[in-house]
């Protein structure tokens, strides 16, 4: 299993929030991949552009439905066509798989093209401690790899890292001059990655769908890299979740409009790769040999889950995390694994355990956004709140959310919530107790704020460290309610007297 850190939200995501590159680079998701998700829609119509989302989640809906059929059908047009398919239970099992192929063939070099499967499943280690060098071909990907890194988000895994960053990165580990034009530094990693590509044994790829009816694996890239590591090495390895699957071609193109526009705000993408078995008698190139290993690792658990089985409707395109305003503050790294932001949250929890990644459930302002930019309409507040409820419900204390404070506070919510009298008395005793401590002036750091400071209330430390705790209204809802139904039935009696 992949290096996890879910459980350091908390702490990481404190450290991002300070992180000044962190944060400029966060501002791009709004500005760019969101404005121009904005651009592409209002481009099609919006009207339009619901079509097309309602036609894609059905399309989920259905294959979901029938994923053994589909998955069966898959399976014998791809050996149909020449190759073979694995299926891989967990991560264990995919790795072994790709180990014994990798033994089997004497292969050494291993080009990759982005795979985010392949990212959960840890397998660049795996390869290196078969002697294997493994390269990055996907731009962003190769960069975070020369930095040893995680991905920073679905579609742009290096999108933390500023150009300056990424030059002495360069010049560190390529032993290159330092460089300052973009263009120029993506022309060094073409000419690093070049010989490569011709010295590759075999080609690890992901999929961003695999096509039933005729046994095709579809790769969408903006860089040409997709289709090198596919074609030039004698073989084809692709390695993706059981999800990946469409029944058919006519379903493809469906996709192929929302997750361009959803990702980037492109109406296509530069590339799109349908590789469908090993080359043939007739083909100038493409690899001797193809392999398709389709992975579970947690996915069937979601199937089997009725309130969480939409988060297998995802196409990865990013969108959720461009427009949700936490990931926007703490950014993907906070998220301590492979899938970060709304749908990663979802998605995490249900691979790792809820017990390793019970933070992220809780990282969500419920605001709804997710789910109004998904292309595939998935419901992710609705899981949130489903998670939240299981870990507050868990039989197992380690799963707790809040452990014991937060089972006693909710405990005496509802407690209270339940009893008027009692919630009316404890409110105008909570009035009263404030007011001498609304008389301690506010820290300097942050003026014009009204409220409590932290060091003045040690019980609410974790609340107030970046926030005032707001005063209690001068009357509760109950009290002006009240007052206006005196105020009513008073207008009312006037008014039969004067009728009278
Ligand atoms: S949940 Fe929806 S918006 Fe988020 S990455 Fe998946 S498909 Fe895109």
Redesign the pocket.
Known sequence: MADIKTREFSAASAVSILDPQIRRALERVGTGFDAARREAIADVTPEVWEEWREHARQIKIHTLDHLDYYLDLLDHNVTKAGGQVHFAVDSAEANAIVSELVRSRNVKIVTKSKSMVSEELELNPVLEALGVDVYETDLGEYIIQLAGETPFH?VAPALHKSKEQVARLFTEKLGIPLLEDIDAMAAAARTALREKFMQADLGISGANFLVAETGTLVIITNEGNGRLCTSAPRMHIGITGMEKVIPSLQDLAVFLRLLPR?ATGQAITSYVSMVSGPRRQEDEDGPEEFHLIIVDNGRSRMLADPELREAL?????????NICPVYQKVGGHAYGWVYP???GAIVTPMMVGLKEAKDLPQASSLCGA?RE????K?N?PRMLLHLRHNLQESPKREEKAGGFTGSALAWGYTWLMARPRILAVTHKLARNLQAPLMRIPLSPIRKGGRGLRRARLPLLARWTRSRDLPALPPRTFREIWQRELTLRDSIISNGSDQDA
Do not use: D, E, H, Q
Request: with cysteine; glycine share 10%.
């Open positions: 679905l959803s409707y995802c196409i990865r395109c990013g969108a959720c995390l932001g709304p749908i997710c930019v998904c292309p595939v998935i992710i």
